[in-house]
């Protein structure tokens, strides 16, 4: 069969540029001249590639479908046994347009990979042979019928022309490609003819077996066919048929379709028994070959998602009654697969595929174990029923053995590991979808972890893997939609108790989850690049506000200014310096009046290059604070050259100091950074300020400013100068 033209590893395909009508034509065009010549129509070539046009439609129509269900396709197989296709080379030919040219000229478009799109290919062939092969049977064997009973009612009838009858009866019995056999109502075969003779090797294994015998079967079928049997002799009814397996002589297994029929005289009386029989051995091995394309990885030979999924929606609607209560699974990612890819190229990922596809197979240790690959690098093992989680946690710890030794292709050693996600627990109502999504977050669990390593589900910790996804993908629409505001939290002088200035704090109004923290969605903003656009927006509304303040400002003391926090991901980014001069511009602001907060973990160690844009934002007039100073490994000395006017001491430093007896070690650390800070004509602002005691303390030590909720806090521009000066409970 020819082979689709896309990669069996871990690439994929392109469809060709024109519109879905013009690929649906070509496509009908490719499949008329592989099959026209092979079949028996009346209509020309050009009428037979518009009779193909429909089929193709449905064949699209049935690659597209969501969800996916290939039936439809088997009355593509109808309607060309119909159209007279029914050479015995036409199956071949029409499976062999379908499986190399439907997904090239009918794509089923975004959101299916390349393994999925040849998994949904392999089952429509599956389904389009069975459709032909099923209307080819039921063709043939009413034209054997058909002949057999006219033959048979000329020769009972026609008592005058009984030699002639008797001569044609002879010609289609001994002829027929279809096996036939007669027997009276007592079920003695009474005839067979040669092509029964040729399918079990022996006349006289066919002749001497009663039809009792022939009904008899091992492989589950036995009961309903003796059953249909008796009421065919019975006169109940007139035709039964059965598919099953038989013994030749020489031992092999003949798979057969059987449709027994009841002959009458001329009364309507029972009188024999007709047997035609169709040998579909090898159709039942192509539909089988057909289906294990369908259902396994074409690089590692493993079961691919399709099949993973049937066993998994299985296992899931079992009947608890019956055995299954429980399921296992673990979804395993290999450690550093892209690296590979990237690095040593495709090919060697493929090879590099196939060897773990080895290893994890020879994890399965009973039959109620199966390991599929459903992508990229991606693998997964269900074990339907385990005894216990321990069960399943050991088949992990045999995945993680398995690969601990590096894999050896072409003379280079690669190390080869993974994370796993496993979901254990009782069947009841989930379904396969929620159980692979468990599995999922769980297994970037493991990866967070450091990789190599198993997690069990947690569904708490789902949840929370789930909100976090749902929020990653509204961050971008939630600045389009105004859905971000700004609080503002007072900067107070601890000698004169004056408001001079306030951090702009950003908050998330979620149209579900309400109002959320800075901590609930800034790690999501600067792990996917979005904290670039939600920080400016930052920096122009914050901008603005201060600007208003200054505007209002009177009396004799600088204007508030506002802090703004600069994310690292900013401060790398290439436009921070246009953006703050831009900000300035546009808003009016005084430079002195707003004040850029980085956190000390992204400056300590920082080389010349990281810096020079904070040096140019310097140069402009604004103030750069050293945030969350002490959390790190401070570097002390590197305060001297580093860009900064003010350090903003963590809240760590002050909680010995809420009460009145407080930690003398915390006394001397905060005291000395003060020193120094002073001494580096630096200013020093405390965080986390939450009693009158610690404001206390702060100020006899010498710091600068304080925030925190003794003081006030965050909340709405027109309450910066309304202060609570109350302990915090």
Known sequence: MTALPA????????????????????????????????????????????????????????????????????????????????????????????????????????GLDTDDCRARCSRLQHAVAVGFSRALRERTLREQESIIRAALDAQRDAEGALAASEARFRAVFEGAALGIGIADLDGEVLEVNDAMTRMFGSESLTMRRNVTEWVHTDDGTGTGTRRLNGELVRGERDTYDVERAYQRVDGTILWANVRASLLRDATGRPQYQLALVEDVTERRGLLRRLRHQATHDALTGLPNRALFFERLDAA?????????????????????????????????????LVAVAERLQSCVTSPDQLVARIGGDEFVALYTDPPSLAAVTALAERILDALSAPVLLDGRELPVHGSIGIVHGPVESRIAADVLRSADITMYRAKEQGGNRYEVADPVADARAITRHGLTNQLPSALEHDEFF????????????????????????????????PDQFIPLAESTGHIVGLGRWVLERAARQAYAWQSEHIGGGPPPRVNVNLSPIQLHHPELVQEVSRVLEDTGLDPASLCLEVTESALIGADEDTLKPLRQIVDLGVSIALDDFGTGYSNLSSLRWLPVSVLKLDRSFTRGMRGHAADPVDLKIVGGIVSLAHALNLTVTVEGVETRTQADHLRALGCDTGQGWYYARPGPPERLHTLSLADAS
């Open 486 to 517: 700004i609080e503002y939290q007072p900067l107070v002088g601890l000698d004169d108790g004056a408001v001079h200035g306030a951090e702009a704090l950003v908050r998330w109004c979620h149209p579900t989850h309400g109002i959320l923290g």
């Open 316 to 352: 899931l609607d079992a009947d608890p009654a019956n055995g299954t209560s429980r399921i296992g699974v673990c979804y395993l990612d290999l450690d550093g697969f892209k690296a590979v890819n990237d690095s040593l190229g495709h090919a060697v990922g493929d090879q590099l």
């Open 7 to 110: 990669a069996a590893g871990n690439e994929g395909a392109h469809a060709p540029d024109a519109r879905p009508g013009d690929n649906l034509r070509r496509f009908a065009a490719i499949w008329a001249r592989a099959i026209y010549p092979v079949t028996v129509t009346s209509m020309t070539r050009a009428e037979f590639e518009d009779h193909l046009v429909p089929l193709t439609r449905v064949l699209s129509d049935t690659l597209r479908g969501r969800p996916f269900d290939p039936r439809p396709a088997a009355e593509v197989g109808t309607a060309l046994v119909a159209a007279h296709c029914t050479d015995p080379e036409a199956l071949p030919s029409i499976l062999g347009v379908i499986d190399a040219y439907l997904v090239l000229y009918c794509p089923p478009g975004p």
